[in-house]
Structure formats: C-alpha cells, structure tokens
C-alpha cells in the first residue's frame, strides 16, 4: 500500500502544478499502480465477504432453533446465494463492504 500512497502523492502534485506537462507521461504508470493496488484489496475483501455468506448459508441453525419453515428457509438461504453472486461481481471495496454488511438474516436482527 505504500506504493498506492506514493502513486496517489505525485498524482496529486501533477494535478497541482501549474505546468505539469513534463510530469503528463507519469499519470498512466501511476494510475496502474493505484488500480492494481486497488483491486488486490477488493480481491481480499470479496474473498473474506463470500466466506462469510458461506458460514451462513452452511449453518441453517438459527432458522431451526426457530422453527422457521422449510419455506422460509428456502427463501433466506435464497438471498444469501444472491448476495454472494451479486459480492462475487463487485470491484468496489465500498460495495463490497455494504453487501456484506446485507448478510445479518431477518432472524438474527435484535429486536427493536
């Protein structure tokens, strides 16, 4: 990440300067250093999100303990296989994270 910070400090000092045009062929270098950093982080946040759908859709104990029906198991297991579809496509960590943060099931929630 300490390559994505130093790629982010002179692309903003490029943006900065009044006449950057001898620093102009650094941008696309840079703009590759930040995306690849990027996307390795997304690839871990995905993975970590996608293993904890998993835990959930392998664990059906909190829809037994409460005696949910076999329809409505169906169904919540159902949106937890179209979550993690719709994590395994993102490229945003910001998505990411908020998809996951979709994993706490209808039973679980606390009571208001």
Same mark, same amino acid.
Do not use: F, H
């Given at each position: ?11 903003? *000092?490029?943006?900065?300067? &009044? ?11 840079? &703009? $590759?250093?930040? #995306?690849?950093?990027?996307? *390795?982080? !997304? ?5 970590? $999100?996608?293993? %904890?759908? +998993?835990?959930?859709?392998? %664990? ?5 303990? #409460?005696?949910? #029906?076999? +329809? #409505?198991?169906?169904? $919540?297991?159902?949106?937890? =296989? +179209?979550?993690?579809?719709? /994590? !395994? %496509?993102?490229?945003?960590? !910001? *998505?990411?994270?908020?998809? =996951?943060?979709? /994993? ?6 606390? %009571?208001?």
């Amino acid at each position: 990440m300490p390559q994505a910070a130093a790629a982010l400090s002179e692309l903003t *000092q490029i943006r900065d300067n &009044l006449k950057p045009y001898g620093k102009v062929n650094r941008i696309e270098p840079l &703009l $590759a250093t930040v #995306t690849s950093v990027n996307e *390795q982080l !997304a690839q871990e946040k995905r993975e970590r $999100a996608l293993l %904890s759908i +998993d835990e959930n859709c392998r %664990s059906p104990v909190q829809l037994t303990a #409460t005696a949910a #029906t076999p +329809d #409505t198991s169906n169904k $919540a297991l159902r949106l937890l =296989q +179209d979550l993690k579809t719709r /994590v !395994a %496509s993102q490229t945003s960590i !910001a *998505q990411i994270l908020y998809l =996951q943060g979709q /994993v706490v099931m209808p039973w679980t929630k606390p %009571s208001p």
